[in-house]
């Protein structure tokens, strides 16, 4: 399994262009989601998805959209990108079947928005 | 408001010392995570404690939980090299639908 894949691994944006951000697991988890990790700092949750077709906010989605067509994928897209969405963006996924699991991370993206 | 705070957040140790890394949380959680994340990289699952009086252990790593003071510890035997990097917990709220909250992490230096 290759687990939680993310492409691309680094990327530059200018102000105002546009990105979409790709997640995809081979672990048929249930769950995923975008967290951002700004430095030194933990990670906070964009948005997050409970099966294929259903998406929520999480506590920073302003800027960001998601869809989930499919267990598998999980893109996030960000419109109009600003500074402030200068970034490294982690994408995980679960399945939440027994009380031991956890969240599986991808290897993140890291954004720079100049 | 849900919070978890970790203390310190910054922490430089020799080698062969003990030292305990706390998490402190503001609501009633059904789960508590350990994770490390090396400078650069992903994050990767430490640990999960389920219930009060939780204790798990890896190598010269020991987790524990005290629900009833909503603090976790992680406790550091033996410091050696290899494991600096930074340590976040993160607290699954009753009720939140699996949305953790983390920490801020505690970024750990050992130095030979």
């Known amino acids: 399994n290759a687990g939680v894949t993310q492409t691309p691994k680094f990327r530059i944006l200018k102000i105002g262009q546009s990105m979409t951000l790709q997640c995809a697991q081979d672990?048929?988890?249930?769950?995923m989601y975008w967290y951002r990790q700004d430095p030194g700092m933990g990670l906070k949750l964009i948005y997050y998805s409970v099966g294929a077709g259903i998406t929520d906010k999480g506590e920073v989605p302003n800027g960001y959209n998601v869809s989930r067509s499919t267990t598998e994928d999980f893109p996030l897209r960000l419109e109009l990108a600003a500074p402030s969405q200068t970034s490294v963006y982690f994408c995980a996924s679960s399945y939440w079947g027994q009380r031991t699991d956890t969240q599986y991370f991808g290897p993140g993206t890291r954004l720079t928005v100049l | 408001e849900l919070k978890v705070e970790q203390n310190p957040l910054f922490l430089s140790m020799q080698e062969g010392k003990n030292y305990t890394i706390y998490c402190n949380y503001s609501t009633t959680s059904d789960r508590l995570y350990w994770y490390r994340q090396d400078p650069g990289k992903s994050l990767e699952s430490l640990f999960v404690l389920l219930s009060n009086g939780a204790v798990k252990q890896e190598g010269r790593l020991m987790a524990s939980l005290d629900t009833k003071a909503r603090l976790s510890t992680l406790h550091i035997t033996a410091a050696v090299h290899d494991l600096s990097a930074t340590y976040f917990c993160?607290?699954?709220?009753?009720?939140?639908?699996?949305?953790?909250?983390w920490g801020a992490g505690t970024k750990l230096i050992i130095k030979p």
């Open positions: 993160a607290v699954d709220p009753q009720g939140s639908n699996y949305q953790l909250i």
């Open positions: 672990m048929n988890h249930n769950y």
